[in-house]
């Protein structure tokens, strides 16, 4: 009799953890399993899980091409909201839901966001588990265990069990799009760009998914066919924007208030570059007075070293020669095209 009393005893104890959505700590005595088993049965008792150990609570069938596995849809266009059991979000791809929450930063990027599947990119099983079976244009809200948080993959469920420790989440996915080659996603993207916003048609003209228009030549006192001398010092002002317009960094100081990203911090002041006439990989953004100064992304660093004295332009490129894969922090997102407006300009005198 005791012995059942006990453990009936357990089973409540797991019911309040789940049922106050407090996760369980190494010295609760409760399993991570037990408690989101709790929780799924107190919250969700009508959801099945999937053959991974998924629950599907909410589905909205789309009535596009099924996304199956990495080989049918490397790379995915998706929305999402992410929480954890309690309800609070703590990722967010959409405008409004973060403008709800409070933490709305009109620098940042809302909209759909590449997932890919390939080379070496994996998604998290349980994530996979979701997407795998939907179809283009649905929507589907997906319970995820702590334990399918994984980018690893495992034999059976029990090897999640056994050798994972996450948070347990809920995903709530759209599938906006496949995308079967990215990089002819963006140089789509960035064709059809710099048609809509200059003047005419312009070809990659400085290197591969590189475009370069010129908005102030050389000046008169300038050559413009002799590059700066190597380690020299060259001042220059850029705006950094990505294609949707809102700009991302700058060093001009009305230009940083305009798009709310202006910092009390910053100097707002032309930024030096210490000059290499042979090899545009060298040049080195803020360097002078001996400081070593920092690397620049390829598109940019070649742009730059192809104008000449006081010129002014925008460079506009892919992924390829920016932030890749990875992308840059919350303003800039993964396999995103960027432009940039560059001006070589004279230092300030104090």
């Not at 080989?71 to 703590?90: A, C, H, K, T, W």
């Not at 020299?232 to 990203?261: C, M």
């Amino acid at each position: 009799m005791n012995r059942i009393i006990s453990y009936s005893a357990s089973l409540l104890a797991v019911a309040a953890l789940a049922g106050c959505a407090v996760e369980p700590s190494e010295s609760s005595g409760v399993s991570a399993k037990a408690y989101f088993d709790a929780w799924m049965q107190i919250n969700h008792p009508e959801a099945e899980p999937t053959e991974l150990g998924t629950y599907v609570i909410e589905d909205e069938e789309g009535s596009g091409a099924l996304v199956g596995d990495e080989e049918q849809s490397p790379y995915l266009l998706v929305r999402y909201i992410v929480s954890g059991l309690d309800g609070n979000i703590s990722n967010t791809s959409e405008e409004s839901v973060a403008q709800q929450l409070g933490t709305y930063d009109p620098s940042y990027f809302y909209g759909p966001r590449v997932w890919a599947r390939v080379d070496g990119n994996t998604l998290y099983a349980g994530v996979e588990d979701a997407v795998s079976t939907m179809r283009v244009g649905g929507r589907r809200k997906t319970v995820i265990p702590g334990w399918l948080m994984t980018t690893s993959r495992y034999d059976s469920p029990q090897d999640y069990i056994d050798n994972v420790s996450g948070s347990n989440s809920i995903y709530d996915i759209t599938v906006e799009g496949v995308v079967e080659d990215i990089e002819k996603w963006e140089l789509d993207a960035l064709a059809a760009y710099v048609q809509s916003h200059f003047s005419k048609e312009k070809d990659d003209t400085l290197k591969y998914g590189l475009y370069y228009v010129q908005h102030k030549k050389p000046g008169p006192d300038d050559d413009d066919t002799v590059a700066f001398a190597t380690d020299s010092t060259v001042y220059i002002n850029y705006i950094g924007r990505r294609l949707d317009g809102q700009v991302f960094d700058t060093n001009i100081r009305d230009t940083a208030k305009r798009y709310d990203i202006f910092s009390s911090s910053a100097e707002y002041e032309p930024v030096a570059v210490t000059w290499n006439k042979d090899d545009y990989k060298e040049l080195k953004m803020g360097a002078s007075s001996g400081s070593s100064g920092s690397s620049m992304i390829d598109g940019f660093a070649y742009a730059l070293w192809k104008m000449r004295g006081h010129e002014a332009g925008t460079c506009i490129f892919y992924s390829g020669l920016g932030y890749g894969s990875s992308g840059s922090g919350s303003r800039i997102p993964e396999y995103s095209p960027l432009q940039f407006y560059i001006e070589i300009v004279d230092k300030e005198e104090d």
